[in-house]
Structure formats: C-alpha cells, structure tokens
C-alpha cells in the first residue's frame, strides 16, 4: 500500500515563499504521476500542479503559474512544489497525491489513487 507523507507547510507573510515536499513509499516513483492539490473549508479540492516522474512534464493551475514550481528529486523519490509570491487566497491545506500512469488530465482529483494527510499552509495579508 502506497503512502504519501507531505511536509513543509506554515505561517507566512503575503509574498513570501514556502516549499513543499512529499516522498512517496511503497510505489516505484518513476511509474507514477505526481500532484499537489490543495483545499479550503467548503470548497472542493483543486489541482494545483502535477509532474509525470518519467518524462517530467509539468501542469500548472491557471492561479499558480509563474509562481508555483514542481519538481522532482528521482533518487530521492520526492517531489517539491515551490511557492514563491504567496497570497492571502493561496492559504489551503496542500496534499500531495500520486496515479498510476499518464492522464489526459493531471489536475483532476479523481484521477488520482493515492493521498497524503495534508500539510496546512497559511499567507497571512
């Protein structure tokens, strides 16, 4: 059974910067996809970013291109996501996920199998 461990979440001021990480076990890393999603109180989880651990392609959400980055560690089995320019409206909880193969769509919560606790980020104004 897969686990997701996610860690690197916190308080901080708007326009700072924070990065993420999640080392997946129990998976081969390469054959899997890789997403952050992120989630407020009454709203439904979003797709933020997603990597493909083989060919490393890289998906963004429209409200975090040019600020988020997605990344990948192979011998480590760990993929980052880097935020840098933080707002207000990007406090959520951030989970990390992974999926079996490629998709047609990478931000999409369903497609994904595999699910970390959470890691609680918050942009203070």
């Known amino acids: 059974q897969a686990q997701l461990a996610e860690s690197g979440g916190g308080l901080v001021e708007a326009g700072g910067s924070l990065t993420l990480s999640c080392s997946p076990s129990?998976?081969?890393?390469?054959?899997?996809?890789m997403g952050w999603f992120r989630q407020v109180p009454g709203k439904e989880r979003e797709g933020v970013a997603a990597?493909?651990?083989?060919?490393?392609?890289?998906y963004y959400a429209d409200s975090v291109k040019g600020r988020f980055t997605i990344s990948q560690d192979n011998a480590k089995s760990t993929v980052y996501l880097q935020m840098v320019s933080l707002k207000p409206e990007d406090t959520a909880m951030y989970y990390c996920?992974?999926?079996?193969?490629?998709?047609?769509?990478?931000?999409?919560?369903?497609?994904?199998?595999?699910w970390g606790q959470g890691t609680q980020v918050t942009v203070s104004s």
């Open positions: 996920a992974a999926r079996y193969g490629a998709t047609s769509y990478p931000l999409a919560t369903s497609n994904y199998n595999y």
């Open positions: 129990g998976l081969i890393f390469a054959d899997y996809a």
């Open positions: 990597i493909y651990s083989s060919g490393g392609g890289t």
